[in-house]
C-alpha cells in the first residue's frame, strides 16, 4: 500500500504528505506484511479469502500496522516479527470492522459496499471471527508472553469501547468522558498496543515501552475524534465519503455532545427529536451542521483532538531523534488537519 | 456444576452417570474453573456481565472444561493452570454460542430465551468478541507457547468450520464427508483442542499429547453426530427439548444426507422442497422423521457415531490405568446413549 500512496503523491507532482513519509520508511516491511496478510487469510472455505479479500483489499491507509513497523524500527529492531504483528494488528482492525459493519448495518465501508451487504450479515459475523483467531495466531508467532498480553488485551478493551458505544447510542445525555472511554476502547486501545508492542519486540526498558503506549492511545484519540467531526464536515465530502454517516445512525460523538451542552431547551429539544428518536427529516443534517457551527462544535472538537495530539508528540520526547521519530511526530499532525 | 449435577442423581434415588462419575472426579478444580468464569467475565461495562452471565449461568453441561481438567489429571498434572485453560475453553465455547445464535437467529439457547432475542443482535456480537479476546488472555496466562498454537488454532478452525456450514446449509447435495469436515470445524475441534492441553501443560511426550488431541477429536464428532440425531429424536423431547430445529432452519446434518441418498426421486423431491426452498408445512417434521426411520439414517448416524467413539476409547490405550482414564473411557458410551 505504501508504495502506491507515494505514487499518488509523485504522479500528481505533489510532495508526499506526513503519513506517505512515515509510509516510505518502512515501504519494504509493508510489502511483507501485504505478503503475510494474504497468505493468512487463506483457508479450504473459498468464501473466507473471498470476503476478507474484499475488505483488506479496499485498503484504507494501514495505519495501525505502519505505527507497528515504524515504533519498532525507531527502537532499533532488526528482526522480523514487527512484520507479523503488523499484521496482526491490521486482522484485529479489520474483524472488529466486518463486525462494526454488522452492528452499525452499514451499507458502505471504503467507499464499497460492505461485506455484510455483497454477503450478509452471518458470513460477515464468521470470517470477523476467523481473522480474529487467525489475529491471535500471528501474535503467539514471535514468542514473547509481553506481547500476548499487550494485543490479547487491547482487544478484550476494544469490544468493551463497543458494548459502551452501543450503550450510549442515541443517548444526548452522554457526557464528554464517557464518549472518550468509549473512543479510548473501540480506537485508540489498538493504535496503542500497536506502537507498545513495536518497543517491546525491541526489548527496549519499560520507560520506552510506556512512551509508546502513550503515544499510540493518544494518537487513537485524536485521530477518532477527528474522525467523528469529519463526519459532518464538506471536507468529508471532498475525500469520496458520505457526510451525516453518524448523524443517521443517531451516534452520540463529541460534536453533538458539545452542540448539545451548549445549546437552550429548543436546541435540544432537537437533538432529542434526531438522536433519540431518529425521528429525521431531510433538512435535519443541515440544521445540526448549524448548530454545531453556531456553538464551535466542530472547532473544538478538532481543539480537543489537537490537545490529546500534543501528548501523542511529546511522548516521543524520550526517543533519540530518528528519521522514524520525526516522521510518527509530523503524521500526528497530519492526523488532526484532516479535520479542516 | 459437578457438585449440583451429582446432588441431583443422589436426590432422584440413582446412580450417577457417567458424566456425573467424570465430574465428581474434577469437582474441587471445576469450582475453582467456577471462579474464574465469574471473575473474568466482569467489565466496567455492565452489560457484559449482565449478558455473559446469562449464557453461562444457564449452564450447559460444562463437558469441554471438565475434558481438560480430566485430561491435565490423568497426566499426573499437579499445578493450577489446566482450570484457567477449563476456563479458557468454556469463553470460547460461549462465544461461539453468542455468535452462532445470532447467525441461526436462534430464539432459545439451553432452554432460555437467547441472548440475541433479550438483548439484541448487536450487543450478542459484540459480547462474543469480549469472551473471545478474555478467552486468548486466559490462554497466555499459563505462559506455554504451545498451548496457545493449539487452542489459537483451534478457534481459527471452528470459524472455517461456521462459515463451511453457512455455505452447505440448505444444500441436499452435502457429502457426509462435507459434513464430516463442518463438524471437526465446528465441535470437535475445540473438544480436541480441550483435551491435548492437558497433556501439555503437563509435560507429557509428544505421542500422549497426539492420543488426547485424538480422543477429542473422536468424541467430538460423534457428540455433535448424537446431537443431530437427537433433533430428530423421541428422546430430546424428554430432555425438554425441542424436536426439529435443525430441520426448520434447513440445516443438512448427517441424518438427512442419509435419508436423501438413500431415498428415490419423490424423497429427494421433498427434501429439496423442505430444506432447499425451505417450504416447509406443519406436517413435513413428522414426514421427516418418518423417511429417516424408514431408511435407518437416525440408526446409522448412531452407529456412525459409536465409530467414532471406539477410535476415541482406544485413543486412551497409551494411558495407564487410573479413575481418570476409567471415566473418560465411560463418558464416550454415555455421550454416545445419548442418542438412543
Known amino acids: 500500500m505504501a508504495v502506491v500512496v507515494n505514487l499518488d503523491a509523485e504522479r500528481a507532482g505533489r510532495e508526499p504528505d506526513a503519513l506517505e513519509r512515515l509510509a516510505a520508511l518502512v515501504d519494504a516491511d509493508m510489502a511483507r506484511v501485504n505478503q503475510i496478510i494474504l ?15 474484499h475488505i483488506i483489499a479496499a485498503g484504507g491507509k494501514r495505519l495501525r500496522p505502519i505505527l507497528t513497523l515504524a515504533a519498532a524500527r525507531m527502537c532499533g529492531y532488526r528482526g522480523e516479527h514487527h512484520q507479523t504483528l503488523a499484521a496482526c494488528v491490521e486482522f484485529i482492525h479489520t474483524a472488529t ?6 452492528v452499525d448495518d452499514s451499507a458502505l465501508r471504503r467507499g464499497q459496499d460492505s461485506a455484510n451487504v455483497l454477503w450478509g450479515n452471518k458470513p460477515s459475523v464468521l470470517v470477523g471471527d476467523f481473522l480474529f483467531s487467525r489475529a491471535f495466531q500471528l501474535m503467539v508467532m514471535p514468542g514473547s508472553l509481553r506481547v500476548l498480553e499487550i494485543l490479547s488485551g487491547a482487544s478484550a478493551v476494544i469490544a468493551e469501547g463497543e458494548v459502551l458505544q452501543l450503550i450510549t447510542s442515541n443517548d444526548t445525555a452522554t457526557t464528554e468522558l464517557a464518549y472518550l472511554e468509549v473512543i479510548k476502547g473501540k480506537t485508540a486501545a489498538l493504535f496503542s498496543a500497536a506502537c507498545e508492542v513495536g518497543a517491546v519486540i525491541a526489548e527496549r526498558p519499560k520507560t520506552e515501552q510506556e512512551a509508546l503506549s502513550s503515544y499510540g492511545l493518544n494518537l487513537g484519540i485524536a485521530f477518532q475524534l477527528i474522525d467523528d467531526a469529519l463526519d459532518y464536515s464538506a471536507k468529508q465530502e471532498a475525500l469520496g465519503k458520505t457526510v451525516g454517516d453518524d448523524f443517521r445512525e443517531g451516534k452520540i460523538t463529541l460534536p453533538v455532545i458539545l452542540a448539545f451542552l451548549r445549546g437552550g431547551a429548543e436546541e435540544r429539544t432537537f437533538w432529542q427529536r434526531v438522536m433519540e428518536a431518529q425521528e429525521q427529516r431531510p433538512e435535519d443534517l443541515q440544521e445540526a451542521i448549524g448548530l454545531m457551527t453556531r456553538h464551535g462544535a466542530l472547532k473544538d472538537t478538532v481543539a480537543r483532538a489537537a490537545h490529546y495530539g500534543a501528548m501523542a508528540k511529546d511522548a516521543l520526547g524520550i526517543f533519540k531523534d530518528s528519521p522514524e521519530k520525526r516522521a510518527l511526530t509530523e503524521v500526528v499532525d497530519f492526523c488532526i488537519q484532516r479535520g479542516h
Not at 497468505?39 to 479479500?53: F, N, W
Open 97 to 102: 470492522l466486518l463486525h462494526d459493519d454488522v
Open 39 to 53: 497468505k493468512q487469510m487463506q483457508s479450504p472455505v473459498a468464501l473466507i479469502p473471498e470476503l476478507a479479500g
